[in-house]
């Protein structure tokens, strides 16, 4: 018969999620990585110099980042998920790039932990 399609409903309804987790894993990690990282950064650059802010362009700066952090942690958990659905597929130049900005990432964010007192002589090299 013309016109006609066998649908299987499971192959169709892993298709769909699969699309649904590459959108997602692209929105996510464009906005967290491509849009709140250099907005974060650049709370920290620009603002801090401003006295009128005092100290809450810290907290703007610190939240970011760390909401960036937690955004990118979705979508890189959406894209090892999405590795595990598709066994045949490799993207080992994507998967390397994905882990690296991750990991850089990470070590930002656990710099919030070290980050030397004020007062501290390595205050300056911080900076």
């Not at 939240?63 to 894209?79: A, D, I, K, P």
Request: aromatic content about 14%; hydrophobic content about 45%.
């Amino acid at each position: 018969m013309t016109g006609t399609h066998v649908f299987n409903g499971t192959a169709g309804a892993r298709q769909d999620s699969t699309h649904t987790l590459k959108v997602i894993h692209g929105i996510v990690n464009a906005v967290s990585w491509g849009i709140l990282l250099p907005t974060g950064a650049a709370i920290g650059q620009y603002l801090r110099h401003i006295k009128l802010f005092g100290p809450a362009w810290f907290y703007a700066h610190a939240g970011t980042q760390l909401f960036t952090f937690f955004l990118g942690t979705v979508g890189s958990q959406t894209g090892r998920r999405l590795g595990e659905l598709s066994p045949g597929a490799a993207y080992v130049t994507h998967r390397k790039l994905g882990f690296a900005v991750f990991s850089l990432g990470a070590n930002q964010t656990m710099a919030l932990l070290f980050q030397p007192k004020t007062s501290h002589v390595f205050r300056t090299y911080w900076k």
